[in-house]
């Protein structure tokens, strides 16, 4: 599965609970790689990947670095209101939406 962000594709790996411990997602700005823990709740499915694309395109645009710079927590702070507010207008390719609905 993967999504388009700033026009780049962006492998979305589903992991065991083992190897996500205490998260349920993660965007890595090495791999540029979004992790989302196999187990999720289904009703976190979508506001949990929300997140992680909207931590992708603050990665992408150069935006999390201007965060950075204000604070340690700006960025996840920015990121938790897009997902609690907007996350849930987001729509994703037919073989995320089929997981995001299993
Ligand atoms: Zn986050």
């Known amino acids: ?26 965007f890595c700005t090495e791999t540029e790689e979004i992790s989302i823990k196999q ?3 289904k009703e976190l499915r979508r506001r949990t990947l929300s997140h ?3 931590h992708a395109f603050l990665h992408f645009t150069g935006y999390a670095y201007l965060l950075d710079d204000i604070s340690a ?6 990121t938790r209101a ?15 939406e089929e997981w995001i609905n299993a």
């Open 1 to 26: 599965m993967f999504v388009i962000i700033c026009g780049k594709k962006v492998p979305i790996i589903l992991k065991s609970g083992r190897a996500m411990k205490n998260t349920l997602g993660e």
């Open 52 to 54: 992680e694309c909207f």
């Open 73 to 78: 927590n700006c960025e996840e702070a920015l």
């Open 82 to 96: 897009f997902d609690s507010g907007m996350g849930n207008m987001l729509r994703y390719p037919k073989d995320v």
């Open 39 to 41: 187990s999720t709740p």
